[in-house]
């Protein structure tokens, strides 16, 4: 069911996502009751099951690996009757033609607000702060009819990957508005963001600190007018914080240096800017990337060690999470094209 999007994003969730609340209920009752909100499309006839325990099998499928309402399908017949009921599916199995045609009726607004509640409630701190990483994905898994797969900008949470909130992007449009539409749906209060060097924006970084958010903005050698202002700082005479990480055969080590904001850094509410080096050693190989953070967060509170995690919990989200996973939730009900 896809809708028109005309040359801006469309925004999945028609209302901000609230702050996260530590439920004092075991995951899967909450994700019940959470889903048992949205609105039922089928009539009321020959319905067997509740449309939350529906949803809430295809959410745990998807996380369990099933790619597609077929995967789906078998893992609801291998679950076994105790695992549905716990879910909510008291009335025998459902097979894939059910789900397939909930799904294409489902309100995918309501839904990805549901997932996203739920992700929110599991949000664990980074550094003592709940951190958010903006990232934009072509959804695999959710191509079909001929039409391209979409591409979302997803909120992800920093520890657990899970997806807070996406838009989808417009066709004639870019990620750099999607993000501002997804950013405007979230409660910032008190979250540092964190983006890629597409959205070291202005705009943008004053749409964190309006809603009172904090945001870590990277720049890199693209970016060459910023760049070469910062790389001109005297780094040298800069006391440097260094990790360094070995496994899967290689040794990665991050040192990074921080100081108070030039007054030629425009963006808003900046406070403190940063280089970053990366070095990663593998056999006999060894590269080395440098970027540069601008950050709104105060030094007094945030040193560079908790900048440099902050990144670095960015990276690993980026190279996999089950926020695509939830996605593919969202996006099955939205377009109609999960297989």
């Known amino acids: 069911m896809p809708s028109d999007q005309g040359d801006h994003a ?40 509740p449309v939350g325990a529906l949803i809430a099998v295809a959410v745990c499928a998807v996380l369990a690996g099933a790619r597609g309402f077929t995967a789906i399908g078998e893992w609801a017949r291998d679950a076994g009757s105790a695992a549905l009921e716990r879910l909510g599916l008291e009335r025998g199995r459902v097979d894939e033609s059910t789900l397939r045609r909930l799904f294409a009726r489902l309100d995918a607004d309501r839904l990805d607000a549901a997932l996203g509640a739920w992700a929110l409630a599991r949000t664990a701190l980074v550094e003592g702060r709940r951190v958010i990483a903006i990232d934009g994905k072509t959804l695999r898994g959710a191509r079909g009819g001929g039409s391209s797969a979409p591409h979302l900008v997803s909120a992800l949470a920093h520890g657990s990957g899970a997806v807070l909130g996406q838009v989808a992007v417009g066709e004639k449009s870019n990620e750099i508005p999607a993000a501002r539409d997804l950013l405007q749906l979230l409660d910032l209060d008190g979250v540092v963001v964190t983006m890629d060097a597409l959205h070291t924006q202005h705009d943008t970084a004053t749409l964190v600190t309006g809603a009172g958010g904090d945001y870590v903005l990277t720049v890199k050698a693209n970016q060459k007018s910023l760049y070469a202002q910062l790389k001109a700082l005297p780094w040298a005479s800069i006391p440097a914080v260094t990790k360094t990480v070995r496994g899967h055969g290689r040794r990665v080590t991050r040192t990074i240096k921080a100081v108070d904001v030039p007054a030629w850094i425009e963006f808003s509410g900046a406070v403190q800017v940063a280089q970053l080096r990366r070095t990663v050693t593998r056999k006999d190989r060894r590269t080395v990337e440098i970027v540069y953070l601008v950050t709104s967060a105060d030094a007094a509170t945030v040193p560079p060690a908790a900048l440099a995690a902050w990144v670095q919990s960015a990276g690993a989200l980026r190279s996999g999470s089950c926020g695509e996973c939830l996605g593919q939730i969202s996006a099955a009900a939205d377009t109609d094209q999960c297989d």
């Open 10 to 49: 469309r925004a999945m969730s028609s209302s901000i996502i609230p702050a996260p609340v530590r439920m004092p209920v075991p995951d899967h009752e909450l994700l019940a009751e959470l889903l048992a909100g949205i609105p039922d499309p089928r009539g009321r006839r020959g319905v067997r099951h």
